[in-house]
């Protein structure tokens, strides 16, 4: 096959990995990325649609083939590696049989990044690695005698039976077992025993299809290599109540940690009610009439930029202006622009942290003692009050406006009273008046983290106990301290001699698993 992206009457069957979408193959993301038609082999690669698939993308079951036919790119997605224990040999047959050309894109297998994500070696010193299929091969006897790693498939209902007759068959009873469910994605869970332990060690493990059997001595590898599990904030499900354009880096950051993050947006931006007076900023920032502008938050230089788009304006027009940010995120918005802020606060990223850095007005160097700052309709009166009081005139202009958000989906505002979050990061007074408007109280179980001492006060004024305080008002330093926080938690249980739980299965009627 050409190694051209097809562009009509074509399938390509796409291994989509063991689970973890990261895993994807680039050349699997490039077909979904063009793909017309995609059929999925399991509920649970959906995700992967809203990742790399087109807007629109069709959702075929049935006869692909016929659809292939018709014309266009039909990618049918296959769990772990299409020609690994796979079941698509008869669909590529049909393929060649109607003569549509086809693909087959290789998947990482479960087999190798499970173990890799449960910190167990493939091989050690056997050089011998063995996987099989429960559901179609069960010569236990003749697998009792593999001498390195032996990974079962299909076995988790019968693991107790099993471990019986590889003893049967020669393996000594102490041999080291580790079952791992959910392999490479936050629900991954995994229980190391050994064959002659497996019934007790399983009784109440709570594993679920699809899982893994691991047999043998670098399962015992675990406990120095386990990388993945031991996460600070592995398996937590966090809310994030914020917008959806503000809340992307602090979510990549939470899933760096382990964490799943939800975001619910509790504030929606809208332009302003007139946008007269925003047309006269942008004038007068073209014609001279300010030496500052001031942004005090991302949005607001998104509504500037807009307004610069709308009027064929670029970067260029804040030539021979002093730009000044609250803060990275605001700072970071304006390098994207192509703007390079001239001041930020060297201590704290807020108003007052602002204007301490603030120079005061002087008629000798400034020849304008004029401020424009392009603020949301709630803003405080701090900055203009420190600018004034260092002789510079505001013009202080309605850039945008926060409304209330619409609540979310029920089962969301049952989860978050219900204890189903484990944490919820609070980046705003605001954002804590909003969510408990339009989804109730968070759980008592919930961890509460806030991004500094105003947002801890609103907090506590809706009768919220306050777990979590980051040490600079920043959302990347609000998911570090929550991420050192769940690394307390976790080695406190494991001091303990106790299995580490997440804060949502401490709550009355949550589902234990193993102790």
Not at 478 to 503: F, S
Request: aromatic share 6%; proline share 7%; hydrophobic share 45%.
């Amino acid at each position: 096959m050409s190694s051209d992206s097809p562009t009509s009457g074509f399938v390509a069957f796409v291994g989509a990995g063991p689970g973890d979408p990261n895993l994807l193959t680039l050349r699997a993301a490039e077909l979904l990325g063009k793909a017309d038609a995609v059929v999925l082999d399991e509920e649970a690669q959906a995700p992967l649609l809203a990742h790399h698939c087109r807007e629109g993308v069709e959702i075929v079951e049935g006869d692909f083939v016929k659809r292939a036919k018709a014309g266009g790119l039909v990618v049918r997605l296959c769990a772990g590696d299409p020609m690994l224990f796979s079941s698509i040999i008869e669909e590529v047959a049909a393929c060649a049989a109607a003569e549509v050309d086809f693909e087959i894109v290789p998947g990482v297998p479960p087999a190798t990044a499970v173990l890799t994500y449960a910190g167990i070696p493939a091989a050690t010193s056997v050089p011998e690695f063995r996987i099989v299929d429960a559901a179609q091969d069960q010569d236990w006897a003749a697998h009792a005698a593999c001498r390195g790693t032996l990974v079962i498939y299909h076995g988790l209902g019968d693991a107790v039976t099993i471990g019986k007759a590889l003893i049967a068959g020669g393996k000594p009873d102490t041999t080291p077992v580790a079952v791992s469910s959910g392999g490479t994605t936050t629900e991954q869970y995994t229980v190391v025993s050994s064959l002659g332990r497996l019934q007790a060690d399983l009784k109440h493990a709570g594993f679920t299809e699809p899982a893994l059997i691991v047999v043998g001595e670098a399962v015992t590898l675990r406990d120095k290599l386990s990388w993945f599990e031991t996460k600070p904030l592995f398996g937590w499900r966090v809310l994030v109540p914020r917008t959806k354009e503000q809340s992307r880096s602090l979510s990549d950051q939470l899933v760096a940690y382990g964490a799943v993050p939800e975001e619910v947006p509790t504030i929606s931006v809208e332009p302003p009610r007139t946008p007269q007076q925003m047309d006269r900023a942008i004038k007068g920032l073209v014609t001279g009439r300010y030496e500052w502008v001031a942004f005090t938050s991302a949005n607001a230089v998104k509504a500037v930029r807009e307004k610069f788009e709308e009027y064929g304006l670029d970067a260029r027009a804040f030539a021979g202006l002093k730009v000044a940010a609250v803060g990275d995120a605001t700072a970071q918005a304006l390098v994207e622009f192509g703007v390079k802020p001239d001041l930020l606060p060297s201590g704290e990223q807020s108003s007052e942290g602002l204007v301490a850095e603030w120079p005061p007005y002087d008629s000798m160097l400034d020849p304008i003692n004029r401020v424009l700052l392009p603020r949301a309709d709630i803003s405080t009166d701090t900055l203009v009050a420190g600018l004034t009081e260092l002789g510079w005139e505001c013009d202080d202009v309605t850039a945008y406006r926060t409304v209330r958000a619409a609540p979310p989906p029920a089962p969301i505002r049952e989860a978050i009273k219900g204890g189903g979050f484990d944490a919820v990061l609070f980046t705003s007074s605001s954002t804590v008046r909003n969510l408990v408007g339009i989804a109730g109280k968070p759980h008592n179980v919930t961890v509460i983290a806030v991004i500094g001492p105003q947002t801890a006060k609103t907090a506590e004024e809706f009768g919220l106990r306050v777990d979590v305080m980051a040490d600079k008002p920043s959302a990347s330093a609000l998911a570090a301290a929550v991420a050192q926080y769940g690394a307390k938690q976790r080695q406190a249980a494991l001091a303990a001699g106790d299995t580490p739980r997440r804060p949502s299965q401490n709550r009355r009627g949550a589902r234990r698993r193993g102790k």
